[in-house]
């Protein structure tokens, strides 16, 4: 079992920025493929970036592409999901998630992640 806790969500003024922390305990997440994903009310889940491997390989979708970052600190069992330039349209509830086994092809996918955090809230204001 893994457990997840994100942290780090806020209110913030557009251009501004967030840095976003998910904890992982019970297990090793360091080579986990981990991902966040958002959701904003009234609007399905969907994919923000991920992050696989040793290596740190990371994707992203394109909305975000340029201004996010996904990174990992494997000592600290820790992915984080730094946020630049916010807009008003990124505000939503961000989840931090983690697979089971290594994925390839179906990151995008939220039924590819078997551990779920509780999410944290970012609002961005125009």
């Known amino acids: 079992q893994v457990q997840l806790q994100e942290s780090g969500g806020g209110l913030v003024q557009a251009g501004g920025s967030l840095r976003l922390s998910c904890v992982g305990s019970g297990r090793t997440i360091s080579t986990a493929t981990m991902a966040w994903f958002r959701q904003a009310p009234g609007k399905e889940r969907e994919f923000v970036a991920a992050i696989r491997g040793v290596a740190g390989t990371t994707y992203y979708t394109d909305s975000v592409k340029g201004r996010f970052t996904a990174s990992r600190d494997s000592a600290k069992n820790t992915v984080y999901l730094q946020m630049n330039s916010l807009k008003p349209e990124d505000t939503a509830n961000y989840y931090c998630?983690?697979?089971?086994?290594?994925?390839?092809?179906?990151?995008?996918?939220?039924?590819?992640?078997?551990?779920w955090g509780q999410g944290t809230q970012v609002t961005v204001s125009s």
């Open positions: 998630a983690a697979a089971q086994r290594p994925l390839y092809g179906i990151m995008e996918v939220a039924t590819s992640y078997t551990y």
